[in-house]
């Protein structure tokens, strides 16, 4: 069975800290690792990975896979207040040709002044 | 281009009860599939479509039906609304079922069965 398991569950820290939040996953017929951001609606889409050691950064915030040890880490530095909400996990898989998001638990992150 | 919508906002229903979810989407995209959130466990699939007439089972299709009319539109529909199914539903669609592409989700629905 397809999982993703995301940690820590609930994360609370002072602006301008830097945080790492880690998701790992075993799934069948890996495409890649997306990260989203869910505030009080819907996710928005933050990355997508899909090769081993390449890292994706927009701004404060950056991700890298690794395939070998089937995780991923989100790195937000400086942090600040409107970095606050989960930030979801979710592994693309090819699944009788259609694409299927597998999710984690989510994270939730707290951000104080 | 209002991306993914979603109706209603907010229901309350009666165990028993009937009722669809909206969802409708503007940029073609082949691919819609719905959601449910609940808390500690993340987004599960409940039923997916790949194109007009074509719907498949997700991971916890129990107690939903789907069809698929249209490119735009796929409605969920909740055939006797029990306790369990209280939750926040997501519509989310993607450009091609079979690439690479991100999804994106509609603001949500939470439905609470009473």
């Known amino acids: 069975e397809d999982k993703v398991v995301q940690s820590p569950l609930s994360l609370v820290v002072h602006e301008g800290d830097t945080v790492t939040l880690n998701c790992s996953y075993e799934v069948t017929n890996f495409r890649s690792l997306l990260w989203y951001k869910q505030e009080k609606k819907a996710p928005t889409f933050l990355f997508m990975l899909?090769?081993?050691?390449i890292e994706k950064k927009s701004g404060r915030l950056s991700s890298i896979l690794d395939k070998k040890e089937l995780f991923s880490i989100l790195n937000i530095t400086a942090t600040q207040t409107g970095d606050s909400a989960i930030y979801l996990c979710a592994v693309d898989s090819l699944i009788q040709g259609a694409q299927k998001l597998v999710f984690g638990q989510g994270t939730r992150l707290t951000i104080n002044p | 281009n209002a991306g993914v919508t979603q109706t209603p906002k907010f229901q309350v229903l009666k165990t028993g009860q009937s009722m669809t979810l909206q969802c409708a989407q503007d940029m073609n995209h082949e691919y819609m599939s719905w959601y449910r959130q609940d808390p500690g466990m993340g987004l599960r699939l409940i039923h997916y479509s790949v194109g007009a007439g074509i719907t498949d089972q997700g991971e916890v299709p129990n107690g939903y039906n789907v069809s698929r009319s249209t490119t735009e539109d796929f409605p969920l529909r909740l055939l006797s609304a029990a306790p369990s199914q209280t939750s926040v539903y997501f519509c989310?669609?993607?450009?091609?079922?079979?690439?690479?592409?991100?999804?994106?989700f509609g603001p949500g629905t939470r439905l609470t069965v009473t």
């Open positions: 899909t090769s081993s050691g």
């Open positions: 989310a669609s993607s450009y091609d079922p079979s690439g690479v592409y991100e999804q994106y």
